[in-house]
């Protein structure tokens, strides 16, 4: 009974390990687009206050997305990318996910499900390439062209 009580509880504790150490993803909107070396620093400072956080952004330069598996709340990260130079938004992104304005060209949005970003974006653009056949744009997102 003992041998039980303690496989159970030693299960339990597996659990909780493997849930805390999943990762957490914080999406932020920028008021206006920024630019590389603002991203570049915004990754030292998120580095800064957070090894083991990775920053991306969308292909537009108005969504950052910040994932770690430390556990530091949502304004430790606003705050680091304020130092930066980057002004954010009030609240999370909002992430688009198609094209809303015909006049807006659509942006590739990082998300935990590549495969759904991937067709997300490849909508938008149908629906842009549609709107504006004299500006047609490439289905495949620049960060997975390779140029």
Known sequence: MLLRALFFTAVILTGVAIKAQAPVIHYFQAESAFTASEFKHAIEEVMNIDPTATLARSDDMTIL???STSGLIESAYRSAIGQAG???RAGMA???ATVVDPNTQPIYVVTDDAAQDLARYQASVDQWNLAHPEQPLDRTPLHMNGK
């Open 86 to 88: 980057v002004t954010l």
């Open 65 to 67: 997305s910040v994932t």
């Open 94 to 96: 909002v992430l688009p």
